[in-house]
């Protein structure tokens, strides 16, 4: 009899990796299913696995720019010189708009309460022999799953035994 | 040489992975574009992905800027030293920056919108694209990259970001640049100086003309390295899901359920 094996992804080439080396284990019945993004995600900064598109850095960068110049203008006049105005005037313009993003971000998304980091993003079900279980749940651990989860196919079984018991 | 050959031309593309850059179709606010024109003409366009228009505007104002002296007289300007600043501006060329100034903020602004609605259009359309090209120049490839990554490279250095994430037009541009505007203002020097403590000594060889480049250029590559990684890995993702729904939802498959070991 044999064991279907859930296990969840993020999305990256060790999943394609998972795929590919099952198969070569002439592992063929592999059934994924990619998840939808929530909209909003709590997180306030970007990262690998996680980005809403939500930028902090737009306005930041923008009068970083704006100020830096200006302050590298007033410091041929001032006492610290272009160099020292210009960083003081960047590192203020940045500091602004980060602020202002971050306060704008915040008023939005208190209107939408999310909850976690998101982890799972896609869930790949693997259907092998039960002699094959080891091997599938350490390919799908070592290509960096998620979770893993090996279920018996008991509903399998017992349709058989009423398809039998008809016969 | 293409993993991938089209039958049926589409009409849009999200993407394009070649050994000289990577393009990519994403969501952009056109305001913030044309705020990049506004920083430094041909900015707007690099972020488009429009590099030879890009190009044209930007030595164009680099030329102008150069024989005008405009970047001195906007340091006399931000000094309250206005006779100065009209005494060092060219009458000659002066003129000659308005047009082509506002043309750039315009036509950046515009083109990202357009864009923005190609985006959406390619999206929906959800043809596949070249996401591996391999050639004697190369090899590119889609893959995530880390946007903090990116920021830390830029701010190291203004093109390390862009190399990170293969824009490499973008990144031989600002690298040129940057080297230049460095070297003609004196930037290191002064930083030396100021370190030293000696700020009169740092005013006197910090060139002012070429120094006012350089914040535009830094906080350029910065905004630009981030941005299109933090688009690059959304790619990434939404190709990986195409790809995995395309080939890997067996019709037969059936779902059994059962206790877990």
């Known amino acids: 009899m044999g064991l279907q094996i859930f296990s969840t992804f993020q999305h990256s080439h060790y999943l394609e990796l998972a795929i590919s080396e099952l198969k070569e284990y002439k592992i063929e019945d592999i059934y994924a299913v990619p998840l939808d993004n929530r909209k909003l995600d709590s997180k306030m900064f970007d990262t690998m696995h996680a980005m809403d598109g939500t930028s902090l850095v737009d306005t930041a960068l923008i009068l970083a720019m704006m100020c830096g110049t200006v302050g590298v203008a007033r410091g041929f006049v001032l006492d610290w010189g272009p160099v020292f105005w210009g960083l003081i005037g960047s590192a203020s313009g940045f500091a602004a708009g980060f602020a202002f993003d971050v306060i704008k971000t915040a008023i939005k998304r208190k209107k939408i309460k999310t909850g976690k980091t998101r982890l799972g993003e896609i869930i790949i079900i693997v259907q092998c022999k039960n002699e094959q279980a080891e091997l599938v749940e350490q390919t799908l651990w070592r290509n960096m799953a998620l979770g893993v989860a090996v279920t018996s196919m008991q509903s399998l079984e017992r349709n058989q035994a009423v398809l039998a018991d008809k016969n | ?261």
């Open chain 2, 1 to 261: 040489m293409n993993n991938f050959r089209n039958k049926y031309r589409n009409r849009y593309y999200q993407a394009n992975f070649t050994p000289f850059g990577t393009i990519q179709l994403h969501q952009r606010n056109p305001h913030i574009v044309a705020l990049w024109s506004v920083a430094f003409p041909g900015f707007g366009h690099f972020l488009i992905h429009k590099f030879i228009t890009g190009f044209a505007l930007f030595f164009w104002e680099f030329y102008i800027n150069q024989v005008t002296h405009l970047n001195t007289a906007m340091m006399y300007s931000f000094n309250g030293d206005i006779a100065k600043a009209k005494e060092i501006l060219d009458e000659r060329y002066i003129y000659l920056y308005i047009p082509v100034y506002l043309f750039a903020i315009w036509d950046s602004y515009r083109t990202a919108v357009d864009e923005n609605m190609i985006h959406l259009l390619a999206k929906r359309e959800n043809a596949k694209f070249t996401t591996f090209s391999i050639n004697p120049f190369g090899m590119n490839f889609i893959s995530k990259k880390k946007p903090l990554v990116a920021f830390a490279w830029s701010l190291a250095f203004p093109s390390l970001g862009q190399m990170y994430i293969h824009r490499i037009i973008g990144a031989l541009l600002l690298l040129i640049m940057t080297i230049v505007v460095i070297l003609n203002s004196d930037l290191v020097e002064g930083i030396h100086y100021c370190m030293l403590g000696d700020f009169g000594r740092a005013r006197e060889v910090v060139d002012e003309q070429w120094s006012l480049y350089f914040p535009s250029i830094y906080f350029y590559g910065i905004y630009d390295a981030y941005s299109n990684t933090v688009e690059l890995g959304k790619l990434f993702s939404w190709e990986q899901a195409d790809f995995l729904k395309r080939h890997h939802q067996p019709q037969n498959f059936v779902l059994h359920k059962g206790e877990k070991i």
